[in-house]
Every structure is written in structure tokens, then in C-alpha cells.
């Protein structure tokens, strides 16, 4: 059984805790911070955005890139 509650820390109360208590009896329960809980997400998101750019490197080294010069660049911006 998995739950999830979006508290913040001045609204855990003894009201709550004993709530928690009574609903779980004995059974184990991990507490998690929103950054930890979190983190896998950032992970994830990241580890795709490594894998652009891997793919990018990849292209680039096969000749897939496109070359400008630095005045090319600013006539394009100035267009």
C-alpha cells in the first residue's frame, strides 16, 4: 500500500501524527522530504538531457552540424 502526504512541517500536528498512527497500527512508514521525493524526477530529466547531448556529439563529429561564421550569426539576427 503506498500513500502519500503533502504536508508542511508546521502542519504536522498531534492530531496528524496520531491519525497516521491509528490508520498504520503497527506496520513500518518512511518519511520523505519533497527534495527527496523529488529526486528521482531530477534524475530521470537528466539523465535524458545527457543522452541529447551524447546524441548531439555524435552528430557532430559524423559532419551533421551546421557551420556559421560570427557575421553570418549577426546578419540572421539582423534579418
Not at 2 to 7: E, I, K, R
Request: glycine share 2%; charged share 35%.
Amino acid at each position: 500500500m503506498y500513500v502519500t502526504y503533502h504536508l508542511r512541517a508546521d502542519e504536522i500536528t498531534a492530531d496528524v501524527i496520531q491519525n497516521i498512527k491509528n490508520t498504520y497500527h503497527d506496520r513500518e512508514l518512511v518519511v520523505l522530504s519533497k527534495d527527496t521525493y523529488d529526486e528521482p524526477e531530477r534524475v530521470r530529466k537528466n539523465a535524458e538531457y545527457l543522452a541529447q547531448l551524447e546524441e548531439s556529439k555524435q552528430e557532430l563529429e559524423a559532419g551533421k552540424g551546421i557551420v556559421k561564421t560570427m557575421a553570418e550569426l549577426e546578419a540572421m539576427e539582423h534579418a
